[in-house]
């Protein structure tokens, strides 16, 4: 297990993406404790990246229903329990697709767990064909994410379906 990671400066966003890749496959290579990988993924993307938010919602039972409930994550503090269909993570689990959210005032239902986020990018994580989870990326910036984060960030979600 690595427990540093390097980007080189003048790299692209996709090389970028490529090369926090194969440096979070050896992070969380032999560690069998969950929690700790998740916890060392969004870290090394929050300081790959400057990400205003990032961080990981899974999706559990609660009674009689399933709910999107927070895991680990890097930034403000965060909304604790989101449901099916309700916000851009609401929306991905239920559309089991990556949603990309130029301005998030835009969307309609969007909860505003900090009025300082302007766009977000939501992507799901995939278990046995069911959506587990969602990896979900604020930026305080309007436009901030891309066709380049998606593919990277849906790469980066088939990693952590292998650790879950």
């Not at 490529?18 to 969380?28: E, I, P």
């Not at 969004?42 to 919602?57: D, M, P």
Request: glycine residues 10%; proline residues 4%.
């Amino acid at each position: 297990m690595s427990e540093n990671i390097s980007i080189p400066s003048g790299l692209t966003k996709k090389e970028t993406y490529q090369s926090l890749l194969l440096q979070l496959n050896a992070l969380v290579e032999g560690e069998k404790d969950t929690i700790a990988n998740l916890a060392n993924v969004i870290a090394a993307l929050k300081e790959a990246f400057g990400f205003f938010w990032i961080g990981f919602y899974f999706v559990k039972s609660s009674g009689d229903k399933e709910e999107l409930v927070l895991g680990p994550f890097q930034g403000p503090v965060a909304c604790t329990r989101i449901g099916l269909g309700k916000g851009v993570c609401g929306a991905c689990w239920s559309r089991k697709e990556t949603i990309l959210v130029p301005d998030v005032d835009q969307f309609p239902g969007h909860i505003a767990c900090s009025s300082l986020s302007r766009s977000e990018i939501v992507v799901p994580v995939f278990v046995n064909g069911k959506v587990a989870g969602v990896l979900d990326v604020d930026s305080d910036q309007l436009a901030h994410f891309d066709a380049q984060d998606a593919e990277g960030l849906e790469d980066v979600a088939a990693l952590i379906s292998g650790i879950l």
